[in-house]
């Protein structure tokens, strides 16, 4: 299977609820990295999985947390939902192959909170 | 000040004209990459680059690693080549997914 696949594509919670955003990794990828990318803006670094453990964070409260499963599919959660957590949510997957350094973004995830 | 700048923010281009956007960064990188974001918000990967020049079909990527300059190059642009472009650069000792990003540059190529 190739691309990244990422679910659901729109959402719409309500302040303080808790959201899962879930990814699909490419075929032959075992990382995932996880952005947030707030209207007009570029997307911002969130969080990045290997062999199912975090080994980076961007500058995210500890209230966005995830997980990676062993087939390097990735979850993305967010509790105590704040309305500035609106957002589109991407992934990405790649390998830490030396000489491959290259990345698949999945479509994104929207989300609203109201 | 970002760590990664892009310019212009906005381009508007006839079709079949040379089109240029610019990415200057702040910080000791590892690789710098060019991205294409359509309107639904997927994300193509363009080119990674660490050095030098690379060409794949219309598209152009060059990095100046001591100027911290880089350069995206559309040669006869199409209007499908309407899209967002975002510069990111990888962090050098930053974890691989680790990317700053520069806020895109929008491109809107007219027929």
């Known amino acids: 299977e190739t691309g990244v696949t990422q679910s659901p594509t729109h959402l719409i919670k309500t302040r303080g609820q808790q959201v899962t955003l879930r990814c699909s990794s490419q075929?032959?990828?075992?990382?995932v990295s996880w952005y947030q990318q707030a209207l007009g803006q570029g997307p911002q670094f969130i969080f990045q999985?290997?062999?199912?453990?975090?080994?980076g964070r961007g500058n995210f409260p500890p209230r966005f947390s995830g997980l990676q499963f062993p087939n390097y599919s990735s979850e993305l959660n967010v509790n105590a939902l704040e309305l500035d957590d609106s957002a589109l949510y991407l992934c990405?997957?790649?390998?830490?192959?030396?000489?491959?350094?290259?990345?698949?973004f999945g479509s994104g995830t929207r989300l609203t909170v109201v | 000040k970002n760590e990664v700048e892009q310019s212009p923010q906005n381009l508007t281009a006839q079709e079949g004209e040379f089109i240029t956007i610019n990415c200057s960064y702040s910080?000791?990188?590892?690789?710098l990459h060019w991205l294409q974001q359509h309107p639904g918000g997927g994300i193509v990967s363009l080119f990674m680059l660490s050095s030098g020049k690379k060409k794949h079909g219309r598209l152009i990527a060059t990095i100046n690693i001591q100027e911290k300059h880089s350069s995206l190059h559309i040669t006869a642009s199409h209007p499908r080549d309407s899209a967002v472009y975002i510069c990111?650069?990888?962090?050098?000792?930053?974890?691989?997914?680790?990317?700053?990003f520069g806020k895109g540059t929008k491109l809107s190529v007219k027929p």
């Open positions: 999985y290997y062999r199912e453990e975090e080994n």
């Open positions: 910080v000791g990188i590892s690789a």
């Open positions: 990111a650069v990888r962090n050098y000792g930053g974890s691989q997914g680790n990317l700053i």
């Open positions: 990405a997957s790649s390998s830490l192959k030396a000489s491959s350094y290259g990345y698949t």
């Open positions: 075929s032959g990828h075992n990382t």
